[in-house]
């Protein structure tokens, strides 16, 4: 069955440096959202990617759908102490059964 | 608060004991979807509508699990005979779907505890 894959599963960071997390899927997908979820709290959408090749930007947060809608990236481009949580990839491979990453879970010291 | 409402909060059952969650929606969306999330894990799907049709369900569900949106509206998921294993956060999410946006809401949850 569809495996959906990210690296790093943590990620410390001093406020101010950058930070990525990697997707990867073993399907081709039709889509990927990407979420935060804080501590004790519930995902929070923050984007979907369609297009292959898609770059979309959010302040500091830059999302890629890669060439061959495989694979997917975040970058957060100086961190801040509320960019604290975990970063989960979902990817559809078109019958909107979501498949959610392992997830990235980003520390940032201040 | 995403506008999606999840009732009981929290659930504690022994096992064996049958138990129903219930969504609401934001109240224009079409699509409803439902989660299991647990400790250190991604929700993993477990089934969506569309209106009130169920679209798609999760072949890692057993038939102790079932779920409905009789109206297209609010939305219950039941769970038969209990297991230590169905221990979880069970969310739901309802989102507008139109062709290339599906924006999920999520709401807070409801924790079930299986004695």
């Known amino acids: 069955g569809q495996q959906v894959m990210q690296i790093p599963q943590y990620q410390h960071v001093q406020e101010g440096e950058d930070f990525t997390t990697y997707c990867n899927s073993s399907?081709?997908?039709?889509?990927i959202q990407w979420y935060k979820q804080r501590p004790g709290g519930h995902p929070v959408f923050l984007i979907q990617?369609?297009?292959?090749?898609e770059v979309k930007k959010q302040k500091r947060l830059t999302f890629q759908f890669g060439e061959a809608k495989k694979n997917s990236s975040l970058h957060i481009t100086a961190t801040q102490t509320t960019d604290v949580g975990t970063y989960f990839c979902a990817g559809d491979s078109g019958t909107y059964k979501y498949i959610f990453g392992t997830g990235t879970r980003l520390k940032v010291l201040a | 608060d995403t506008g999606v409402s999840q009732d009981p909060r929290h659930k504690i059952t022994k096992r064996g004991q049958n138990v129903t969650f219930r969504c609401d929606p934001i109240s224009e969306h079409n699509r409803l979807y439902w989660y299991r999330q647990t400790l250190g894990q991604g929700p993993e799907f477990l089934t969506y509508f569309q209106n009130e049709a169920q679209l798609e369900k999760s072949r890692l569900l057993s038939d102790r699990f079932s779920a409905e949106r009789p109206k297209g509206s609010f939305s219950t998921l039941e769970i038969q005979r209990t297991e230590q294993g169905d221990s979880a956060m069970y969310l739901c999410?309802?989102?507008?779907?139109?062709?290339?946006?599906?924006?999920?809401?999520f709401g807070p949850g409801t924790r079930l505890t299986v004695l």
């Open positions: 999410a309802s989102s507008l779907w139109r062709e290339g946006t599906d924006t999920q809401y």
């Open positions: 990617l369609v297009k292959s090749g």
């Open positions: 399907t081709t997908l039709s889509n």
